[in-house]
T-cell receptor
Framework: EAQVTQNPRYLITVTGKKLTVTCSQN?????MSWYRQDPGLGLRQIYY???????DKGDVPEGYKVSRKEKRNFPLILESPSPNQTSLYFC?????????????FGPGTRLTVL | KQEVTQIPAALSVPEGENLVLNCSFT??????LQWFRQDPGKGLTSLLL?????REQTSGRLNASLDKSSGRSTLYIAASQPGDSATYLC?????????????FGSGTQLTVLP
């Protein structure tokens, strides 16, 4: 089954404790991205990757890191989480190409930073 | 900067009614527009994608239209059912920029009453 998976689905942590949210897709998509969703602000892009070893900042990259060592994986790293990073996080992927086809989203990771 | 607005923010209708959700965007230079459904605590499911050259797309009881010149899209749901209750998001892919990132509206929360 074609899908985007994220782990963990739920996470409660404390300020300053490094964490990683994993994202994996099995569709051989080139493009992957991370979004956060907050009430009243909608979904905002954090980072994106056009392909292996190619990443760039989205609209709200502060406090986050990403890496793309393999095509299928795109982990989101919070080196020193803070309470304002409490949010619902989504990973997404799509194929590259002139038609910029639909994006596929993971199930989300609800993060609470105390 | 592209802005996407969805009105109304919330909508409650009795089962069986036909309904229209609205989405407007400020920059008409888009590749495509996508409608998503989001269930509470779940990820985003793509419903319909309309390429910029298209006027509408249909899937079952759903019909989405696109009027690029006026910066508007509508999602028409026929014969609504309680299972249609969810938040509906529209998102546009811009024509310019390397990221081709989606810009989302804040969503319309739909409740279909049995």
């Amino acid at each position: 089954e074609a899908q985007v998976t994220q782990n963990p689905r739920y996470l409660i942590t404390v300020t300053g404790k490094k964490l990683t949210v994993t994202c994996s897709q099995n569709m051989n998509h080139e493009y992957m991205s991370w979004y956060r969703q907050d009430p009243g602000l909608g979904l905002r892009q954090i980072y994106y990757s056009m392909n292996v070893e190619v990443t760039d900042k989205g609209d709200v990259p502060e406090g986050y890191k990403v890496s793309r060592k393999e095509k299928r994986n795109f982990p989101l790293i919070l080196e020193s989480p803070s309470p304002n990073q409490t949010s619902l996080y989504f990973c997404a992927s799509r194929p590259e190409g002139p038609r910029y086809n639909e994006q596929f989203f993971g199930p989300g990771t609800r993060l609470t930073v105390l | 900067k592209q802005e996407v607005t969805q009105i109304p923010a919330a909508l409650s209708v009795p089962e069986g009614e036909n309904l229209v959700l609205n989405c407007s965007f400020t920059d008409s230079a888009i590749y495509n527009l996508q409608w998503f459904r989001q269930d509470p605590g779940k990820g985003l499911t793509s419903l319909l994608l309309i390429q910029s050259s298209q006027r509408e797309q249909t899937s079952g009881r759903l019909n989405a239209s696109l009027d690029k010149s006026s910066g508007r899209s509508t999602l028409y749901i026929a014969a609504s059912q309680p299972g249609d209750s969810a938040t509906y998001l529209c998102a546009v892919t811009p024509y310019s920029g390397s990221a081709r990132q989606l810009t989302f509206g804040s969503g319309t929360q739909l409740t279909v009453l049995p």
